[in-house]
């Protein structure tokens, strides 16, 4: 493939990865905003996260399969035209205020994402020499968490402008006027999610057009003298260890963008002031992004970068649980630079090598990406576990509120450590041959 058409490659799938940046970012201002107006438990308003990112359990081996079908632009077309239709199932959600229409509509613009996502990365990682694979996907993590902010920044302010006033209205209002502003605030995604499915759809159409060239992965096997050719993919595992370390950085990575808002809001900041949080997290990300394309691979190893991604991601637990106030909420937007370098490294450490399964790891790690239904909602149980139990031991609900939310995040710890194994070790190969073989 020549430089010019390698070029434009990278910026078009760049744009699809600002798509789904924008789409997946906005769950930060949801689930405060879903909460509020059906009325949910802390652990029912993860389910905003859970009902996105499960569709990639459920759709990623269907979606490569399709993509085998019909290719790669014909299924990305697909993709952005199915996020559509889930933008639109918002509007009759808002209308009945119905919490299960709401997370209907969040699943098929994940099942959208999926099929998106399985084109996309793998396309990427393997667009150029597989050493600087964590360059190119990096370069993506910036367009991804550009938009992320981005898409924070106009949801947080359409969504959760006055919920503050809301609720305190809400608190001595009698039922018939808790319906009435809880509608009115319900109807405020109906033109949000109007022009989302619009630009959507016009997306799906111009995508067909696009000049992307085919690539794909070397499909010969490097095998070293006494060694046999692989027949299977259950004889690689160093990529089950991948999908597990890319499982739990997505929920850590989803735990430290969408509970960033309700945590503030826990530790008594306005939902004026808290809006903006998630946008600090994903800037961190994005700068660290930038670092990542001008170190890796000439400075810095896809490995190293690892390894240390993983240990900042546990000091920076560890600190947000010895902390308080605003300092506390900026460790967790900090987590936004041990987050940033882990998906770029992941996956050109697993696919290496994988030859002819190359597509099947590849729907695996997709997979992994459930990370973001399990975990949050753990967090969310923790929170309401804990809130219960200091309430009973005699704290007052916002003290036991602003407890619990903070020492919950020590669930993020064991994440970074299985990370941490996978830089270290269990990316390799030859490691576990060499385990084997003891």
């Known amino acids: 493939m020549n430089k010019k058409n390698n070029t434009v490659a990278i910026v078009i799938i760049a744009s699809l990865f600002f798509i789904f940046g924008f789409v997946t970012w906005i769950n930060g201002a949801l689930i405060p905003f879903m909460k509020t107006i059906n009325e949910l438990t802390d652990a029912q308003s993860y389910l905003v996260a859970s009902a996105s990112y499960i569709s990639f359990v459920l759709m990623a081996l269907p979606a490569s399969y399709l993509l085998n079908k019909i290719g790669y632009k014909k299924g990305m077309s697909l ?30 613009q994940g099942v959208g994402m999926t099929i998106l996502q399985t084109a996309a990365n793998p396309y990427i990682t393997i667009l150029g020499p597989i050493e600087s694979g964590a360059k190119r996907i990096a370069i993506m993590g910036i367009a991804n968490k550009t938009a992320g902010a981005l898409g924070a920044l106009i949801f947080g302010a359409l969504l959760l402008s006055g919920i503050d006033e809301t609720k305190e209205k809400l608190s001595g209002a009698t039922l018939s006027e808790k319906t009435v502003l809880l509608d009115t605030m319900a109807d405020s995604v109906f033109m949000p999610y109007l022009v989302m499915a619009i630009v959507l759809f016009l997306l799906g159409v111009l995508i067909r057009k696009a000049p992307l060239p085919n690539v794909e992965a070397d499909e010969n096997e490097a095998i070293a003298e006494g060694e ?35 945590y503030g809001i826990s530790l008594g900041f306005t939902g004026e002031e808290a809006k903006y949080f998630t946008t600090y997290t994903l800037l961190a990300m994005v700068a660290t992004y930038a670092l990542g394309v001008f170190l890796i691979p000439k400075y810095v190893k896809q490995k190293t970068a690892l390894i240390a991604s993983a240990i900042l991601g546990i000091v920076f637990s560890v600190c947000i649980l010895n902390t308080t106030g605003f300092t506390s909420v900026i460790f967790v937007a900090a987590l936004g630079i041990a987050n940033a370098l882990v998906w770029p490294a992941i996956w050109p450490l697993t696919l290496q090598g994988l030859g002819k399964f190359t597509k099947t790891a590849s729907a695996l790690l997709i997979m992994a990406i459930s990370g973001g239904a399990i975990i949050p909602p753990l ?42 194994l996978f830089a270290l070790w269990g990316h390799n190969y030859k490691s576990w041959t060499r385990t084997k073989s003891k």
Do not use: H
């Open 379 to 420: 967090y969310g149980r923790m929170v309401d576990a804990n809130k219960q139990e200091l309430i009973t031991d005699g704290l007052q609900e916002a003290d036991a509120m602003a407890q619990a939310s903070t020492s919950s995040y020590w669930i993020l710890i064991p994440c970074y450590a299985i990370i941490l």
């Open 79 to 108: 993709g952005l035209i199915i996020m559509g239709v889930g933008a639109l199932v918002f509007i009759p959600a808002a209308e009945a205020r119905t919490y299960w229409v709401f997370l209907a509509g969040i699943f098929i």
């Open 228 to 262: 046999t050719a692989k027949t299977s993919i259950f004889q690689f595992p160093n990529l089950w260890l991948g999908v597990l370390a890319l499982f739990v950085y997505v929920g850590a990575e989803v735990i430290a963008g969408d509970t960033i808002i309700a």
